[in-house]
Every structure is written in structure tokens, then in C-alpha cells.
């Protein structure tokens, strides 16, 4: 069975640090990965999208994929308490896929 | 504004009691898919729609139907509720769900007593 994991946490990180989330999946075949954030009882919410092996970086968020390790993660660079949600991975599996599979999602703490 | 649209927001049922959970776009996207997110479990698909009368199981879709019989609309039904399907329900749609991010709904708390 195809799967994407994450490590629940709580991830709790000090204001203006570096957060760091991780994510692996099964699939050697996996073509897209995406990153959504989700404030307690809200819908997720897109952050990043990468489709290729290396870094892409957008304001504070930078998403590192690496396609051989079956590895992509989600730094966040100066942490606020704003960023304080769970994070899901999610990854379109190969095989012709189109439809995304979602980690079970990390919780990022960011205290004052 | 470009949105997907669920109702009801909070809904609490018996068991047994057949309910409908809409849920509408206004984007004129093709896909279209039911998640359940329970505590831990992250978020599981019920249900997806790739187009009008295109529909296919997901995950976890015992004990629940879907229709497409018009693009913007994808309605979740459940025949009879029982308490293991109190959770916490997201309607979701995408132009291109392998390149494109998913718009969500607001989400739908069930709660079947």
C-alpha cells in the first residue's frame, strides 16, 4: 500500500528558529508533493508545491525534495506563533495517479 | 470570489437517520473529492469525482455514496449514519489535482449519536 508518512510531533520550536518538517513516502514512482498548513479546525490551506529534486523557496518557507531518499520536507525560516498548525505532506503517487494521498500531518508549535 | 461551498457547517444525527452533505464549486473544475479527517488519522478520501458521472472509491467509502450529476455540485450521502463515521468532513475540488493545489471547504462536523 502506498504511503506517506509524517512524525505527529508536536514539533515545538522557539519564535525567529528554524522549523523544520519532514516527510517520506513509498512510492519510488511519485511525481508531485505538496505542502498545506491547517489551523485548528480550519481547512488546509496550500503552502508549497514541488515537482522536482532540490529546493524551492518562497518567502520563509524553503521545500527540499529528494527523489532518491524518498524524502521531502518544509523548513520555516524565522518561526512566528502564526505558524503554529499542522503541517500535511501530501504526494501524487505514480502509476497514472492523479489523485493526492495526505500524511497524517506534524504539529508545529512556535512559543513566544 | 472563487470557492467551494459545504453545508451544513455542524450536524448532529442518529444513527440510522439518511443525510446529505452538499457540496458546490464555482471554479468549473473537473475533480472533485470527499475527505473524513479524524484525530491522528489525518486526512483520508472518501470519494472522487474526475468529471460529470465519473466517480470512483477512495480510501475509506463503506458506508457512503456521492453523485456527479452536474459539474459544480458533488453531495455526500450517508444511508444510514452510525457512530463511527463522526468526524470531521471536507469537500474538495481542483483544476488539476496532480499539478494544482486543492480548493477546500470550510468542512462539515458530524457527529452521529
Known amino acids: 500500500q502506498k504511503e506517506v508518512e509524517q512524525n505527529s510531533g508536536p514539533l515545538s520550536v522557539p519564535e525567529g528558529a528554524i522549523a523544520s518538517l519532514n516527510c517520506t513516502y513509498s512510492?519510488?514512482?511519485?511525481?508531485?508533493f505538496f505542502w498545506y498548513r491547517q489551523y485548528s479546525g480550519k481547512s488546509p490551506e496550500l503552502i508549497m508545491s514541488i515537482y522536482s529534486n532540490g529546493d524551492k523557496e518562497d518567502g520563509r518557507f524553503t521545500a527540499q525534495l529528494n527523489k532518491a531518499s524518498q524524502y521531502v520536507s518544509l523548513l520555516i525560516r524565522d518561526s512566528q506563533p502564526s505558524d503554529s498548525a499542522t503541517y500535511l505532506c501530501?504526494?501524487?503517487?505514480?502509476?497514472?495517479?492523479?489523485?493526492?494521498?495526505f500524511g497524517r500531518g506534524t504539529s508545529l508549535i512556535v512559543h513566544p | 470570489e472563487a470557492q467551494v461551498t459545504q453545508n451544513p457547517r455542524y450536524l448532529i444525527t442518529v444513527t440510522g437517520k439518511k443525510l446529505t452533505v452538499t457540496c458546490s464549486q464555482n471554479m468549473n473544475h473537473e475533480y472533485m473529492s470527499w475527505y473524513r479527517q479524524d484525530p491522528g488519522l489525518g486526512l483520508r478520501q472518501i470519494y472522487y469525482s474526475m468529471n460529470v458521472e465519473v466517480t470512483d472509491k477512495g480510501d475509506v467509502p463503506e458506508g457512503y455514496k456521492v453523485s456527479r450529476k452536474e459539474k459544480r455540485n458533488f453531495p455526500l450521502i450517508l444511508e444510514s449514519p452510525s457512530p463511527n463515521q463522526t468526524s470531521l468532513y471536507f469537500c474538495?475540488?481542483?483544476?488539476?489535482?496532480?499539478?494544482?493545489?486543492?480548493?477546500f471547504g470550510s468542512g462539515t462536523q458530524l457527529s452521529v449519536l
Open positions: 474538495a475540488s481542483s483544476p488539476q489535482p496532480n499539478r494544482e493545489k486543492l480548493f
Open positions: 501530501a504526494v501524487i503517487q505514480g502509476g497514472g495517479s492523479y489523485i493526492p494521498t
Open positions: 512510492d519510488r514512482v511519485s511525481q508531485s
